[in-house]
C-alpha cells in the first residue's frame, strides 16, 4: 500500500493500494494495479488472451502485398508541365524547393525520379502500388475543357513501368489536391463538383482504364468532410468546421462517388477482374472504463461517427446510420434549429448509393480512448477533443498515433460484423517518427510485425517513402525508405524497416521459427 517513502515522505506512492492519508480511518482503495496483479496470481504468470498470442503462419496464395504514397506528398506545388493550381499549394508548410528550375518538381520529385521509384517498389517486392492522381495536373482548371497532356502522360509511363515489373496499380483519384479553381466555386461545398468529380473520373477510366483494373474514388471523405481537408476557404483548415458545412460535404462526397462507381460499371461490361469503391478511414476506440456502460455507448457513437458516417450509407443501406441520425437530430434541436443539420438523401440516390463499392478499401493507423461525454458534445469533434490515451501505448512521431494492433483487429472484425464481411484491402497503415533517427527503424519493424500480424485480408504500407506530411509538413516522417531533402538528388535510402516488410512479403506472412529453416528469411541477393 502507499506508504512513507524516505526522503519523499508521502508524495512518492508505490501502493497497489491507495491510503487516503487525510482520513482517520485511513481507507485502502485497491489501485488497478492490485486487480491486474490479483489476476496474475491467479494464473500464476501473464497468459495472453488467445486473440493477442502472436500468430505464425501464411496468408492466403495470391495475398495483395502493396505500399502507398498519394500525389500531393510526393510531387507538391511547382506548377510543372502545365500543372493547375491545388488547394494545397498555398498552404503554409508546402513550400520545399530543391531547385530553381520551373520544372523541377518539389518534395520527393516523383515527377521525374521514376525509375528510382521503381527500384524501390522492386526491392521491396510488393506485388501492388497504390498512389493517386493529381486532379489539378490532369485538369488545371478542375474541368475537362482543358486536358493537360503532359500530366496525364505521367500517369501513362508510371503504369506501363509497373505493369512491366509485375506490380499492378491501385489508384485513388482523389486524395485531397482539390483544383484551386473549382475552390473558388465552393468546392465539396457546392453539389455541382458530384458532375465535376465524373467528368474527371471519365476521363481517366478512357485514358487509363484498359490498364488500371483497381481504383479507389475518394480517400479518406471522414477528413475532407470533417478535418476540412480539401474544402477550405483559403487553406485547408485542420479543424473541425463548426455547422452543417461538414454533412453538405459528405453528402456530396457520397454522391459524387456513386455516381463514379456506376460510371465504372457502365464502362466496363463485364467488370470481369475490375475492381473499385473508396477508402474508408477510422480509428478504433476502447471505453476509457471498461466496466462502465457510458464508456461503452460512447465508444460504440465515436466508431458510428467516424468510420460509419461513410461506410453506412455506401455499404449497407443508401443512407445513414442511426446512431448519428438521433445525435445531429437532438443536438440541432436543441440549438433551437428545425431540423437536423443532417441532410437526407432522396428514394432516388439511397437506391444509387447502397452497394456502391467492389470492396472495402480502409484506412487504419491507431486506437484511442473513449468516456462518456457528460457535455454532449462528441462531435466538436474528434480533432478538437483531447486524445484520451493509454499511457502504456507506444508513441510515434505523430500526436494521435500511438502502437495499438489490437484495435486493427478488433475494427477489422468490426467491419467485418457490420457489413456482411466484405472483402477488404487495407489500403494505408504505417508510423512515423520526427527528427533524424537514422534508418536502423526498430519501432517500424515492430509497428508492422504487429500490426500485420492482426490483418486478416488485404495490406498496404504507408508509406514507400518520407513525404510531405498535410497539416505537419515534413517533420514527420512515416517512409519505408528515407529521403535526403538535403541532396539535390534527393536519394531514396531503404530503412531496416523496408528489408523487413520485403521478408514478410516473400514468406508471405510469418514462419514459425519451429521449423527452420525458412529460405524466405535468408538475405536476399543485392539488387534482388
Ligand atoms: C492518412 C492520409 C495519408 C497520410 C497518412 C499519415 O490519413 O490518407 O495521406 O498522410 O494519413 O498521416
Redesign the pocket.
Known sequence: MDNFEWLHSYSARFGLHQVDFENPNRPRTPKRSAVYYAEVIRNNGIPLPKEDEFLYGEFPKNFSWSV?T?AY?IKGAWRADGKGLSIWDQFAHTPLKISNDENVDVVCDSYHKLKKDLASLRALQVSHYHFSISWPRVLPDGTTKHVNEAGLNYYERLIDVLLASNIKPQVTIY??DLPQALQNVGGWENETIVQRFKEYAALLFQRLGDKVKFWLTL??PY?IANLG?GYGTSAPGIFARPGKAPYIVGHNLIKAHAEVWHLHNETYHPKQGRLISI?I?SDWAEPRDPDKQEDIDAVRRYVQFYGGWFAYPIFKNGYYNEVMKTRIRERSLAQGLSTSQLPEFTEGEKQRIKGTFDFFGF?H?TTILRKSNARGKLFVLLSLIKFLTDRSWLDSG?F??KVTPFGFRKILRWIKEEYDNPSIYIT?N?I?ERGELGLNDAWRIHYYKSYINEALKDYTA??LMD?F??A?GFA?K?GLYYINYTDPNLPRIPRESSKYYSSIILCNGFPDPAYEPHLCLQPQPEGN
Request: aromatic letters at 26%; zero cysteines; proline letters at 0%.
Open positions: 502507398a498519394t506528398q486524395h485531397w480517400n479518406e477528413v481537408y477508402t478511414n484506412n493507423y505523430s494521435w498515433l494505408e504505417g512515423s504507408w508509406s513525404n506530411e498535410w505537419t514527420e512515416f
